[in-house]
């Protein structure tokens, strides 16, 4: 299903024999949101349901036939006083009717526990009724799921998106031709600010960053997974020792990538040890609103990370406020290399790093279109006309995350997605 995220695309031959393909991955798996998955699961806890009324009755049911085999001698005794009494009416004097009544009080408890065999008994037959409809349903998804059982199917959906993972990192690089329509995950914060997941560590590791605000904010909120993002809870907070000016962060393995308020200082600080591990000075980079995208909020640097590695966007005097793309050493924040692109900064509505090629849109607003591409491996440029759906009609961060393949943003005031098409070209060798 589209809103699922899967896009299906035709592959063709090149006449040198080449495979051309596009695959895009989906933001979640489908297995969890199946409806077959959902019904399995109500089935489930109703069968844990039925086994602890089971045991409830079991156990009652025990209880109370251990008391009627005790009163089962008492009834006998009665029995045979209430047989010579009505024979005999002599023989029941006062002495004799007291015991009487002494033996029939120790019956009053009885009444009770018969009540409670016959809601036993109900229950019994509702249970059976439960079992029943529980069997059917079992057979109806088993012939829906043909031969496999539902383990199986799930370990075969877990092993197919396994091999999809291989193959787009088998793929490696590719020139971006198209972008998904927006999937919303969250609306939360202000009309400005940031989120992200680590663009390196392994997939398992899904925690989320959120830093709400564009200038003079501290306070980053790490949530342990996507899921309680969406829900709100379940964080821990990190409080920054400098604080943080624009949304061009960047969290590249375990540390957050920003620049520090009110100068051209990019700061890494670690999370595990909550501590910066290095700053250094962009030299010439312009801060404060000098040199911003066209939204404002002191966007003037801006850290991303692709298939290379670290990289930042920024501009300086020298260059006439066009934008500067560079390398950086992640460990030390050293420049490696530059790049002049030619493109003003301030004309740039926001702009990503996909493959060593910096793409950036036109504007910030609704109509925006992703308009202007720069190769670093050529040092060459082309104007692009690519589709860029702004639903929320405010975007004021916007990165991509090169481990899920998908843009992050930040659109007024919603936390949104996009899957992204790469154009490759191969060859084949071997099963992916």
């Known amino acids: ?117 016959r809601a036993d008994s109900r229950l019994i037959g509702h249970l059976r009724a439960e079992v029943r409809n529980l069997s059917g349903s079992l057979r109806l ?27 787009l990192q088998r793929l490696g690089c590719g020139k971006l031709t198209g972008v998904s329509h927006p999937i919303t995950i969250r609306a939360s914060g202000s009309r400005f ?24 904010g501290r306070r980053v909120l790490e949530f342990r997974t996507l899921n309680d993002f969406v829900t709100g809870q379940n964080f821990v907070q990190h409080l920054l020792p400098h604080p ?44 404060n609103n000098t040199f911003p995208y066209s939204w404002g909020g002191f966007s003037d640097i801006d850290f991303m990370v692709d298939e290379n590695g670290l990289w930042v966007v920024y501009t300086t005097n020298q260059n006439a406020g066009n934008i500067v793309v560079s390398r950086v050493d992640p460990q030390t924040l050293e420049v490696l290399r530059s790049w002049d692109t030619g493109y003003p900064k301030r004309s740039a509505g926001e702009s990503f790093m996909i493959c060593g090629t910096l793409y950036v849109t036109n504007s910030h607003l609704a109509g925006a279109k992703i308009y202007f591409a720069y190769y670093t491996n050529t040092s060459s440029y082309e104007y692009t006309d690519i589709p860029f759906h702004n639903q929320y009609s405010h975007i004021s961060m916007l990165d991509y995350n090169p481990r899920e393949r998908v843009l992050y943003t930040w659109n007024n005031g919603h936390q949104v997605i996009y899957n992204v098409t790469l154009f490759h070209v191969i060859k084949t060798s071997g099963e992916l």
């Not at 045991?55 to 209880?63: A, G, K, M, N, W």
């Not at 969290?251 to 009110?262: E, H, I, M, P, R």
């Not at 990019?266 to 290095?278: C, G, Q, T």
């Open 1 to 117: 299903s589209p809103d699922e995220g899967w896009q299906v695309y035709t592959s063709a031959q090149a006449p040198d024999g080449k495979c051309l393909c596009t695959a895009v991955i989906p933001v979640q798996g489908t297995c969890s949101r199946d409806l077959r998955s959902h019904q399995l699961r109500q089935l489930m806890e109703k069968v844990q349901n039925i086994s602890q009324s089971m045991e409830v009755l079991d156990l009652r049911t025990y209880r109370d036939l251990q008391y009627v085999r005790n009163t089962e001698t008492l009834m006998r005794g009665l029995d045979s006083r209430l047989k010579v009494a009505t024979e005999s009416q002599k023989s029941l004097n006062a002495r004799s009717f007291q015991e009487l009544q002494e033996r029939m009080s120790e019956l009053r408890p009885l009444p009770p526990v018969l009540e409670q065999f």
């Open 193 to 216: 600010g940031s989120w992200m997941t680590d663009t390196m560590t392994p997939s398992a590791d899904s925690r989320v960053w959120y830093m709400d605000g564009y200038y003079k």
């Open 141 to 167: 998804i088993q012939h829906q799921m043909g031969a496999y059982d539902y383990e199986e199917l799930q370990q075969r959906v877990l092993l197919l998106e396994s091999r999809l993972h291989s193959c």
């Open 244 to 287: 943080w000016a624009g949304t061009g962060h960047v969290v590249f393995n375990g540390s957050l990538y920003y620049n520090k308020y009110q100068s051209n200082v990019a700061v890494k600080y670690h999370f595990r040890s909550r501590s910066v591990l290095v700053q250094r000075s962009l030299s010439g980079a312009g801060y």
